[in-house]
């Protein structure tokens, strides 16, 4: 885990909608933050920004102590409530896609590894439409974990998951 810093961080769509404002936060390393609130409330607008998928309006975003300005950052990898696969990847590919910046050998082990370990077995050269959901969400899981991120956004990855899929997988996690 990397630790994270958000100063006088805000969003304001083009509409004029004010998403966030003025957000502080600050992790140490290994730290756990959970963000709560209701529905609409800014959380995902929150994650989108931290993994660098949008740019704040105001303030900045840092990791490991480093400004990160709209752009995702090899350190963090985020897993949304929905999987998001690469229909045009098959499962390995879709979970090797995570890890870029690993060499090419080392990239398979973990995706091998990944799949045996979310108990897909055999459905690395399955195509992500036939997948079911719950197992297309363990594929986005293992996509975000193979690089080893040292910070790992989750956004209720687990809310469409059967009880025994979601415990296996918060182990993994």
Known sequence: MTDLSLSHVGKTYADGTEALRDV??????????ALLGGSGCGKT???RLVAGLDTPSSGEIAVGGQPIAGQPHPAIAAVFQEPRLLPWLKVADNIAFGGQRLEPAERKRRADALIER???SGYGSRWP???SGGQAQRVAIA????????VLLLDEPFS???PFTRASLHALV
């Open 118 to 120: 979310i108990g897909l």
């Open 160 to 162: 469409a998951l059967d």
């Open 45 to 47: 607008t929150l994650l």
């Open 24 to 33: 502080q936060v600050r992790t140490a390393e290994g730290e756990i933050l």
């Open 143 to 150: 996509r975000a974990l193979i690089g080893h991120p040292g």
């Open 129 to 131: 439409r036939d997948l």
